[in-house]
Structure formats: structure tokens, C-alpha cells
């Protein structure tokens, strides 16, 4: 009882962090782990431990809770504090730019491809990604409109491509010929919780 006592405290700790659940993966020991994005971040919640384990960044060793993620992740990010402030350049720098171009959906959509051939099975998971948008219309249609609703909200490639992710791994479990009209419906859910939680 325990375990999943940790399991929900870790849930909790992670919505207050941001972490947003997008869904469920079978563990090889049974059970359901919960996976876990925040913009390009990956993570999963082992259901008999609590244990966090980061997938993107893909860490080898699991972290004891989110605090441990995060600090973790700081001190990744942090620059270096020795190091001198480089000196103020002579001349003057050129006028910024008005400001970095929004993607086009076709490039917005590369950008997911691109995420997902980064990832574990990332060849695999590409191909899969392809073959469903090729042989399943409900499949395309509801993969453009992650990829638009992301797009529109400034959602990452990768967080995107986290979903595609969680929606193969349901579809292991799912049995019966609309199996992708159901990879397809998670699309959608999750095109629905980004503008849920963008508008919240």
C-alpha cells in the first residue's frame, strides 16, 4: 500500500513542479508506469517504487522524487559560475532582429519528426509515426491538429512528439481493428489538454 501511496505523492509533487500526465506505459513487471512531460522534459513514475525516472534527457539512474529531477536539471543548465563575464564588445552590436519567424506547420512538423527519431526506438518510432499518418486518415487528421494547436499555443516539437510517444504505447494495449481510431482519439485528448492547460 505503501508503494502506491509514494506513486500518488509523486503525482502530486510533480503537477505542483508543472509536469503535465500525459498518459500510461506498461512496466516489464506488470502495472502501469505514468509518463510525465513538461516542454521538451520526459519523465516516468515507477509504479512500485515512486522512483522518477528522467527520459529526455535520458538519465541511467532513477531520481528519488522531482526535487532531486530539479535540481538535477539546474545544475545541468547552470553556466559555469568561475568563468569571467566576457568583456563588453568595442563596437556596437546590429540592431536585434524583430523577433524569431514562427514555424510553418510543414516545419513544425519536421521539427516533431526530428524529436521522435532523437528518442529510445527513435528509427522505429518515426517509421510508425509515418506509416499511421499514411494509412489512417482519422490517424493524419488528428496528428495535424496536435501539431496546429501546439503550433498556435507555443507548445515544443518535443513535447509533441512526447504525446505521438504515449499514444503508441496505449496502442500496444489496445485490441480490435479501430486500433488506430483510438491512437487517433489520443491525439486529440491531448491536442485538447495543452489548450486546457494553456487557458487554465
Not at 109 to 138: H, N, R, Y
Not at 179 to 189: D, F, G, P, Q, T
Request: proline fraction near 7%.
Amino acid at each position: 500500500m505503501a508503494f502506491f501511496h509514494r506513486v500518488n505523492a509523486m503525482s502530486r509533487q510533480a503537477e505542483l513542479m508543472n509536469w503535465l500526465d500525459i498518459g500510461r506505459v506498461s512496466n516489464a513487471d506488470g502495472g502501469k508506469d505514468i509518463l510525465l512531460a513538461r516542454n521538451e522534459r520526459g519523465a516516468r513514475i515507477d509504479w512500485r517504487t515512486g522512483e522518477v525516472w528522467l527520459m529526455n534527457p535520458k538519465v541511467e539512474e532513477p531520481f528519488a522524487d522531482f526535487l532531486a529531477v530539479e535540481r538535477w536539471l539546474t545544475l545541468r543548465d547552470m553556466p559555469t559560475v568561475d568563468k569571467p563575464a566576457p568583456a563588453a564588445p568595442a563596437e556596437p552590436e546590429p540592431a536585434p532582429e524583430p523577433g524569431p519567424a514562427r514555424d510553418t506547420l510543414p516545419a513544425f512538423q519536421q521539427k516533431v519528426d526530428d524529436c521522435l527519431a532523437k528518442a529510445e526506438g527513435g528509427q522505429e518510432l518515426l517509421e510508425t509515426k509515418q506509416a499511421f499518418e499514411a494509412g489512417s486518415e482519422p490517424y493524419l487528421e488528428a496528428s495535424t491538429e496536435l501539431s496546429k494547436t501546439a503550433l498556435e499555443l507555443d507548445i515544443s516539437p518535443a513535447m509533441v512528439a512526447t504525446f505521438h510517444i504515449s499514444a503508441f504505447a496505449a496502442l500496444a494495449e489496445t485490441a480490435g481493428a479501430d486500433k488506430l481510431e483510438r491512437v487517433a482519439a489520443s491525439l486529440h485528448a491531448a491536442a485538447r489538454q495543452i489548450r486546457a492547460s494553456v487557458t487554465a
